[in-house]
């Protein structure tokens, strides 16, 4: 009876380096794959065709976009990102870059467009130096004249709510330049029924001033958004942080 010892030799390139195809594909998707952020993920997925295989599975980016907006970490949102074109990955590629309009051909046909939703959800996360100081899902009906005037505002805390922060309140105007570094907001809007995002904020604020009568800080992103292909019409979103006077404690509007 004859025996014979079988070994795996490592897949290796013509200089005799080991690649990353000699890696166990279960390594791979545990121990490697799961440590990325969504743009090195996504970058990985390019290199070959079973990095792709393993970079595109749903637990992957489900985690990623739980870690990268807390506010998508409920029951209701999992299931609703789960139903995108491509689950999860459709709802990263959506929601992290910022937003930009790029002008479509015009020979290109039209498509036919989804009803419009009878809600929009907003998932707003902000941190401070990389730590998350803020986190809400907030949803609105859009078939009220409410809805359809111009401007349309949203507030996510009532004007007498407030939330108690780690940030100290600035003491001049140097002191004021460090929100602008190191505050950061995300801001994205979710049509349920669409089954689309996007990211309205600016990320990093475009100016931080203080109210020369209340002594409030307050804190602006904003981003310009474009209408239908038919249409030359811009919109601006502006999305507004303002830090009570003197406290420890700050409160949102729109």
Not at 56 to 68: G, K, V, Y
Not at 186 to 209: F, H, M, Q, Y
């Amino acid at each position: 009876m004859a025996c014979s010892n079988r070994s795996t030799i490592p897949a290796a390139d013509e200089s005799g380096a080991t690649t990353i195809s000699a890696i166990h594909s279960d390594v791979l998707q545990t121990h490697i794959l799961t440590r990325l952020d969504g743009p090195t993920l996504a970058s990985a997925s390019c290199v070959s065709s079973q990095l792709y295989s393993l970079s595109t599975q749903d637990n992957l980016w489900r985690d990623i976009c739980q870690a990268t907006w807390p506010s998508m970490d409920n029951p209701r949102m999992r299931n609703l990102i789960s139903t995108f074109p491509k689950g999860p990955r459709s709802f990263f590629s959506d929601s992290f870059p910022l937003l930009v309009s790029r002008p479509e051909p015009h020979d290109r046909p039209e498509q036919n467009p989804h009803p419009p939703p009878s809600e929009l959800i907003f998932a707003v996360d902000i941190y401070y130096r990389n730590k998350l100081i803020f986190s809400k899902l907030h949803e609105t009906e859009t078939l009220t004249s409410w809805f359809k005037y111009s401007p349309f505002r949203v507030d996510l805390l009532d004007p007498k709510d407030v939330v108690s922060t780690p940030i100290q309140y600035p003491d001049g105007e140097e002191s004021d330049r460090h929100l602008a570094d190191d505050l950061t907001l995300s801001w994205i809007v979710i049509d349920p029924t669409g089954k689309k995002a996007a990211n309205l904020s600016s990320w990093r604020p475009v100016w931080v001033k203080r109210h020369w009568l209340s002594g409030e800080i307050q804190v602006l992103y904003a981003s310009i958004l474009a209408g239908d292909r038919k249409s030359s019409e811009l919109a601006q979103c502006v999305i507004m942080v303002t830090f009570g006077s003197k406290t420890e404690e700050f409160h949102f509007r729109n």
